[in-house]
């Protein structure tokens, strides 16, 4: 008997213990994978901007920054985007509160701000194009529609981006997956906020006051 007790204390047990992170075990290269490729977007701007720094003065006799841009209707526009931005960060707050119904209310709010940013720059193009300015019309003009274009441009992504995500959240809820995308807009959403702050300073604002 004693040696049967023996035998069953000596017997080793084991456990099975749940990894608690191997839903999120492809989170790391997704982010850092994201992370690539807003720094090579940040390169494409940056070219941009260079370029439109060596041809802002080239007019060709057309029409100068002071002639066409319009600082209140290019400031209601900076206001539209910043804003933007504050209401995708309340929504990343509700993300963490796991309140799914406020995150669909700020991406809402969101995506309308961003249209709004959207229609006064097509406004504000269309309204130059009818006086002329047209970017065949000089190296400025081609400098300024390609810049500004590109941002507007990313922006449309954006909104494209934001309605899939509402029926992405609105059909499976803030689960990891949808969590992770969010977060990935998020960060793109917030460099087009600073790429516009360049635009606004670099392009409006010095274009005016020179």
Known sequence: MSVALDEKASTPTFYVIEDEHHDHSDEGPTMLGFWIYLMSDALIFATLFATY??????????????????????????AFLLISSITYGMGMMAMRDGDQAKVQMWLVLTFLFGLAFISVEL?????????????????????????????????????????????????????????????????FWHLLDVVWIGVFTFVYLLGVIQ
């Not at 002329?132 to 274009?149: E, H, I, K, N």
């Open 123 to 187: 406004y504000e193009f269309s309204h130059m194009i009818a006086e002329g300015a047209t970017p065949q019309r000089s190296a400025f003009l081609s400098a300024f529609f390609t810049l500004v274009g590109t941002h507007g441009l990313h922006v449309t992504f954006g909104l494209i981006w934001i309605a899939v995500m509402l029926a992405q959240v609105g059909m499976h809820g803030l689960i990891p997956d949808n969590q992770r995308r969010l977060m990935c807009l998020g960060m």
């Open 53 to 78: 720094g060596v041809l802002f003065t080239a007019y060709a006799g057309g029409p100068t920054p002071r002639e066409l841009f319009e600082l209140p209707l290019v400031a209601l526009n900076t």
